[in-house]
């Protein structure tokens, strides 16, 4: 296990490594202005606005269950809005993006993921303890912060930054950022995961899966670790995502002369 995880995080950190310089190569995967025209305005009847469930900051809504969007890879945007087009994923939050994926064209999802990808509003993360006074079953960020940096080898779960970075920051354009994502959000997806991987492959290729079973990860390996989460690994590790910084604060002393 521990060879494992090791290997994960050498891969993980040699494609965070080489991401700057692919990024500074690469153009926009699409049009920016028709995408934020898209984000914003909406097209026609069958396409709302972006911006009224993710907001016009794309920090989403735990009050709707609405992922945050600011920070998020290019890359990992147009493949979720193609498999809810392709319905393989299922909108079972709001019920509205497979619907909103589908009246958009292919063209049109790839602008949309080149505008969320101009997004930076900074982190904030979920107010952990407003979803508390709300009555929602919040874990502890602590607890979490073990999970996502070291894993929990004792029952098959590796460390989250091994394939997501330091602190969810995502590595590079193979790995959705996940810090700074919304708890309610987080919570759902991974639960969302674990049914996943109780789902067959027969049932998956058939279309014979639940609402509620997420099974459009990549290689299946969002299912293979969510498969041993315990619902308090869920919540904890959530509850420390929601709040985690891409960085750490450096030393605010300056060096003095004795």
């Not at 972006?50 to 920070?71: E, F, K, M, T």
């Not at 309610?184 to 674990?194: A, D, I, Q, W």
């Amino acid at each position: 296990m521990k060879r494992m995880i090791s290997s994960m995080g050498a891969i993980a950190l040699l494609a965070w490594f080489a991401a700057p310089a692919a990024s500074m190569a690469e153009e926009a995967i699409g049009d920016v202005t028709n995408g934020r025209i898209i984000y914003q305005q909406g097209k026609g009847d069958d396409v709302p606005a972006c911006q009224g469930c993710h907001g016009i900051d794309g920090n989403g809504s735990d009050d709707v269950g609405s992922p945050r969007l600011a920070y998020q890879v290019d890359s990992y945007i147009l493949k979720q809005l193609t498999d809810f087009a392709q319905d393989k994923r299922t909108d079972d939050t709001m019920y509205q993006m497979n619907d909103i994926s589908k009246a958009l064209t292919a063209k049109e999802r790839q602008d949309l993921a080149a505008y969320v990808h101009t997004l930076k509003s900074p982190y904030i993360g979920s107010n952990l303890d407003q979803l508390r006074r709300d009555g929602a079953d919040v874990g502890s960020p602590h607890e979490g912060k073990m999970i996502a940096e070291y894993g929990a080898p004792d029952h098959g779960v590796p460390a989250c930054k091994s394939c997501h970075g330091f602190h969810g920051r995502s590595a590079g354009r193979m790995y959705p950022a996940i810090g700074g994502q919304n708890y309610v959000y987080l919570k759902h997806e991974l639960e969302s995961f674990r049914n996943g991987a109780n789902t067959s492959e027969a049932d998956i290729a058939a279309g014979n899966k639940e609402d509620n079973a997420r099974t459009n990860d990549y290689m299946g390996q969002m299912r293979a670790v969510a498969k041993n989460l315990t619902d308090e690994d869920i919540k904890n590790v959530a509850a420390f995502l929601t709040l985690a910084k891409p960085t750490t604060p450096g030393n605010p002393r300056s060096p003095s002369r004795h």
